[in-house]
T-cell receptor
Framework: GIQVEQSPPDLILQEGANSTLRCNFSDSVNNLQWFHQNPWGQLINLFYIPSGTKQNGRLSATTVATERYSLLYISSSQTTDSGVYFCAVVFGNEKLTFGTGTRLTIIP | ETGVTQTPRHLVMGMTNKKSLKCEQHLGHNAMYWYKQSAKKPLELMFVYSLEERVENNSVPSRFSPECPNSSHLFLHLHTLQPEDSALYLC????????????FGSGTRLTVV
């Protein structure tokens, strides 16, 4: 079946560090999004990025659709970056399928 | 505020109660969704509505009953729930079923006692 795998599952970093989160998917996608879920459960849409590269402040994302992966970069981490980062994809006419997430903890 | 509003934020209910979760979006989106997020599990899609018509029901027990009276509102009616139904229930909307962007509400944290 359709698979969306994220790595690493957990990441603990010191404030100010940079990080790279990875999302691998098993088939061609026509929709890929990165979300941040904060400790209160709110899912915030970070990027809609089925291909190419986008940047928004300290965050950027790159999707290489032909190689079936996407990367989320966080630079100069802050404690407010803590939470779970989800990659979610749509294959063809299928529903939005979520990965299992990367739990990021930023230590002051 | 994302443009998708869910109420209530927290709900504690007994197994014999009947309650409803409400979701509202004013983004002009045509598709709305209910997701369930349990501890240590990926988000599970429960229901999909497209242009007010239910187009997907992922084998959800009948004690969960969705309602979409118009394109801006989505309800999830709950009755005779079980403790294992305790979870975060998230509503989302998108322009159409394939996206491009899915916007989520803040969720309702449900505890069944």
């Amino acid at each position: 079946g359709i698979q969306v795998e994220q790595s690493p599952p957990d990441l603990i970093l010191q404030e100010g560090a940079n990080s790279t989160l990875r999302c691998n998917f098993s088939d061609s996608v026509n929709n890929l999004q990165w979300f941040h879920q904060n400790p209160w459960g709110q899912l915030i849409n970070l990027f809609y990025i089925p291909s190419g590269t986008k940047q928004n402040g300290r965050l950027s994302a790159t999707t290489v659709a032909t190689e079936r992966y996407s990367l989320l970069y966080i630079s100069s981490s802050q404690t407010t970056d803590s939470g779970v980062y989800f990659c979610a994809v749509v294959f063809g006419n299928e529903k939005l399928t979520f990965g299992t997430g990367t739990r990021l903890t930023i230590i002051p | 505020e994302t443009g998708v509003t869910q109420t209530p934020r927290h709900l504690v209910m007994g197994m014999t109660n009947k309650k409803s979760l409400k979701c509202e979006q004013h983004l002009g989106h045509n598709a709305m969704y209910w997701y369930k997020q349990s501890a240590k599990k990926p988000l599970e899609l429960m229901f999909v509505y497209s242009l007010e018509e239910r187009v997907e029901n992922n084998s959800v027990p009948s004690r969960f009953s969705p309602e979409c009276p118009n394109s801006s509102h989505l309800f999830l009616h709950l009755h005779t729930l079980q403790p294992e139904d305790s979870a975060l229930y998230l509503c989302a909307s998108s322009q159409d079923r394939q996206g491009p962007g899915y916007t989520f509400g803040s969720g309702t944290r449900l505890t069944v006692v």
